[in-house]
């Protein structure tokens, strides 16, 4: 039961002892009116102070009343006040996880991207490694294949070093023994010599035959002593050994010549590279 309840019981009680004193003075009064007036006077003296009593409780209970209703309107403010705060707090918290989610999923798309970029740059820099290992791979096999022509530059450097030596040497033998054979009245024309048709001994191979099987390149030229209008030999030893035919030299550089077949090859036979020429039948071993 509230206070205010309380109150309102008390203030009945009162009036019911009023009323209960009020008849009891009605029905007595036919009896002893004036034992009873007295009597009646004194309960209702007895129920006045009793009533202000009753009175005096009521308004302190309404001024607690009063009291209580400003202590609650203050808590009920300040419970209004706190649920603003707690509320603004909260708008506050919301924005704030929403900020934060925004970010996450933010930084998730970043992330997602970097790893992807990631992904990205790694196959990029695996394909780089790859074709830097053939790019060093193909410089290695061009430093070899460098080297390799170096030393033939300077192989064939050498050797036409020696050539021009050899050339050198023998035009002056040669203007020396023109100088001898004018001195003793004798022709310089060579094919007035009798016998320089003859080739030194000499074994070469075909290196390429012409599409109509009359001219060949041979391996061997000036430096191995021959000169145009020498006539060598031709043969085959695989599968069994045969002879080709002759050739005459009609074109003569330091290490290689031209020939032509003299009449046509033994049976028509087709001449290929790898064949056999020789100053002789049977070549030096």
């Known amino acids: ?59 302190a209970a309404e001024k607690d009343l009063e009291a209580e209703k400003g202590k609650f309107q203050t808590l009920t403010k300040q419970l209004e006040d706190q649920v603003k705060s707690l509320e603004t707090e909260n ?15 933010s930084a998730e798309t970043t992330a997602k991207t970097a790893l992807a970029e990631a992904e990205a740059s790694r196959n990029e820099a695996i394909q780089l490694r790859e074709k830097r290992a053939a790019v060093e791979k193909q410089a290695n096999e061009y430093k070899l294949k460098q080297a390799e022509l170096f030393d033939r530059i300077r192989e064939l450097e050498r050797i036409l070093e020696t050539a021009n030596k050899n050339n050198a040497d023998l035009k002056d033998r040669v203007a020396k023994f023109t100088s001898l054979l004018t001195q003793h009245g004798i022709s310089t024309d060579i094919s007035t010599v009798k016998g320089t048709e003859a080739a030194p001994p000499v074994t070469g191979q075909v290196k390429r035959v ?53 009449g046509t090859t033994y049976q028509g036979k087709k001449l290929r590279e790898g064949d056999i020429v020789s100053s002789t039948i049977k070549p030096r071993s």
Do not use: C
């Open 1 to 59: 039961m509230t206070f205010v309840g309380k109150i309102l019981v008390m203030l009945i009680m009162a009036l019911s002892l009023l009323f209960l004193g009020i008849s009891t003075v009605v029905f007595t009064t036919a009896r002893d009116w004036k034992k009873t007036s007295e009597a009646q006077k004194a309960v209702a003296t007895k129920l006045q102070t009793e009533l202000d009593s009753a009175k005096a409780a009521v308004a």
């Open 91 to 105: 708008t506050g918290k919301t924005q704030e996880i929403t900020r934060v989610g925004n970010q996450v999923a």
């Open 210 to 262: 012409d599409a109509s099987n009359r001219s060949v390149e041979i391996s061997i030229g000036s430096d191995d002593g021959l000169s145009i209008g020498h006539e060598l030999y031709m043969f085959r030893e695989t599968p069994r050994p045969e002879y080709l035919g002759k050739i005459s030299v009609i074109s003569v550089d330091p290490d290689q010549a031209v020939g032509r077949v003299i």
